[in-house]
């Protein structure tokens, strides 16, 4: 991977770093990961290699750029400094906004959704974390449900919060709250454990998703001729199905990945 280490880390990029570890994790746990791509969308027939028919699940990363700092400005609504090691990085949320109510769709209907942001902020750091495998373990990994209730719950949380986060502490403010964070081999073991304990499909997961109720001031299903479109393209109604579940989140900004157990015979050796 060629990178311009005079030019600002892109959000793409890290995302792309995160996705390919993602995907290597996974599959050391035995699991397959498919990663969804918009160019699949401009195919002449749309369909995914995965099984729809296996235990399944969708995941779903949010990637967010943290804005690295060494001075904690108060905001008009906060009361207090939370403890921070420097440098720190923050990003924010809009838990009214579109982004926010999509994760929290898929997350309502099962998908295992996360943000994650990483802790650097430069070419060089990101360079340095790509090739030595480290992007996810130099990265704050946390679920946007859990964040919500920190914050008091759906009735209660509203407007914009920031997340501000150290190497070793994260907090959603203005309460300033600890959120909880999980660590890669975490997330890739809470994925692998689910797909063992559970008789849902990753055919059956996508169908729920599909249908799912959209929430009056959040965002819609596609619009229906687009919808249209790619089912009639679609090598199958599951793979059409899928498209537009990924794509809903796609146009987000977030990342959907289709996890599977994978065959034994392919399966890497976790002993």
Sequence with gaps: MVINLSERLSEFSYGYGVTREIELLLRSVGCEATPFLPS?????????????????RVVLAQFKLGQELRRFRLAAHETAVPDLDHPFWQFRIDVAGHQFLRLIEFENNGAEVFYIAPRFATWQDYDTAFHKGDVLERSLLTKPSEILHELGGATAATGVHRIAYDRSRRYVCSEQRTIPEYRPQQVAMRVREQLGGQSETLGDQIKRLYARERPRRGPRLLRSDRAEAILARAKTPLDGMAAIVALEAWTQGAQVIFVTLADPENAEDIS
């Design 40 to 56: 699949l969308i401009h195919e002449e027939e749309l369909g995914f290699d995965v099984g729809f028919a296996k235990p399944g």
